[in-house]
Nanobody
Framework: QVQLVESGGGLVQAGGSLRLSCAASTETSSNYTMAWFRQAPGKEREFVAAISWNGGSTNLAYSVKGRFTISRDNARRNTMYLQMNTLKSEDTAVYYC?????????????????WGQGTQVTVSS
């Protein structure tokens, strides 16, 4: 099992930006998809964005399209990033990194086997 570690969360004002990072503990297979999910208090964990194993394809939730960008650097042990711009109060949540083999382009959390511990993002209005 691959261990995933997120970093980069914090407190930001509405309209501001944050960049989240997720690093895998080991090298991963060539079909390893990585994704971001988030969970706000009292809500279900929801899909945010996913990126294919080589970074050639991305999928973003409608609510973040045009504001968030997902990328990955496989040269750096599969480090994945989520650039979040024009943040809104409704983006406040714990953000989780996820990974899975042969799951592209799944947006379902049940498809992913590996999860990070989560990082808190708080957007103040």
């Amino acid at each position: 099992q691959v261990q995933l570690v997120e970093s980069g969360g914090g407190l930001v004002q509405a309209g501001g930006s944050l960049r989240l990072s997720c690093a895998a503990s080991t090298e991963t297979s060539s079909n390893y998809t990585m994704a971001w999910f988030r969970q706000a208090p009292g809500k279900e964990r929801e899909f945010v964005a996913a990126i294919s194993w080589n970074g050639g394809s991305t999928n973003l939730a409608y609510s973040v399209k045009g504001r968030f960008t997902i990328s990955r650097d496989n040269a750096r042990r599969n480090t994945m990033y989520l650039q979040m711009n024009t943040l809104k109060s409704e983006d406040t949540a714990v953000y989780y990194c996820a990974g899975g083999r042969a799951v592209w382009p799944s947006v379902s959390r049940s498809a992913y086997d590996d999860w990070g511990q989560g990082t808190q993002v708080t957007v103040s209005s």
